[in-house]
């Protein structure tokens, strides 16, 4: 079955103990993001990659490294969590081109106590 | 700046019509989407649209006017399962990534 799947779907956790959240995809899509969703702002663009070792920061980029070492794999860093990174995370994929919809995991929430 | 605008909640009953707007202003334009998006899961792809006009799928339809920067998304025949936040995101610039608006909340009752 075509997916994204993301892992861990929940978790809590304190400050400053350095987190991964797993992001894969089997679609041999060649362009992934991560995004956060909080209450009254949507969705935005945290990271993307428009391929293997290219990756580019989104909207709001602060406190989040990527890395994009497989095609197929695209994990979500938080070296320091701090309290405001407590969100529901999705990460994305998509066939490279303007038209392409994206395809979403299942998302992750994440608590910074 | 870049902006996309939508109605925050809307209301409806089962069977009936509902019109859902979306206004944007980017810095160019490379087609416009709709997502739905249910309480807890993951949006999932409904529409899109680069030329003017309308696209229609089964009960949605989706209607670009670019020169207006303005698209609705109409569903039809509502259903209680139609009960989601529904998205809309625009591509600006070619090869950039998407700008999501805040999304309009449906309630639909019986």
């Known amino acids: 079955e075509a997916q994204v799947t993301q892992n861990p779907r929940y978790l809590i956790t304190v400050t400053g103990k350095k987190l991964t959240v797993t992001c894969s995809q089997n679609?041999?899509?060649?362009?992934m993001s991560w995004y956060r969703q909080d209450p009254g702002l949507g969705l935005r663009q945290i990271y993307y990659?428009?391929?293997?070792?290219?990756?580019d920061k989104g909207d709001v980029p602060e406190g989040y490294k990527v890395s994009r070492k497989e095609k197929r794999n695209f994990p979500l860093i938080l070296e320091s969590p701090s309290p405001n990174q407590t969100s529901l995370y999705f990460c994305?994929?998509?066939?490279?081109?303007?038209?392409?919809?994206?395809?979403f995991g299942d998302g992750t929430r994440l608590s910074i106590l | 700046g870049q902006n996309i605008d939508q109605p925050t909640e809307m209301t409806a009953t089962e069977g009936a019509i509902v019109q859902i707007n979306c206004t944007y202003q980017?810095?160019?334009?490379?087609?416009l989407f709709w997502y739905q998006q249910h309480a807890g899961e993951a949006p999932t792809f409904l529409s899109y649209?680069?030329?003017?006009g309308l696209e229609e799928k089964g009960r949605f339809s989706s209607f670009l006017s670019r020169s207006k920067g303005y698209s609705y998304l109409l569903l039809k025949e509502l259903q209680m399962k139609d009960s989601a936040s529904y998205l809309c995101?625009?591509?600006?610039?070619?090869?950039?990534?998407?700008?999501f608006g805040k999304g309009t909340t449906l309630s639909v009752s019986s």
């Open positions: 994305a994929s998509s066939f490279r081109g303007d038209h392409q919809p994206q395809h």
């Open positions: 679609m041999n899509h060649e362009y």
């Open positions: 990659s428009m391929n293997v070792e290219v990756t």
């Open positions: 980017t810095s160019g334009f490379n087609g």
């Open positions: 649209n680069v030329l003017d």
């Open positions: 995101a625009v591509r600006g610039q070619a090869g950039t990534a998407l700008i």
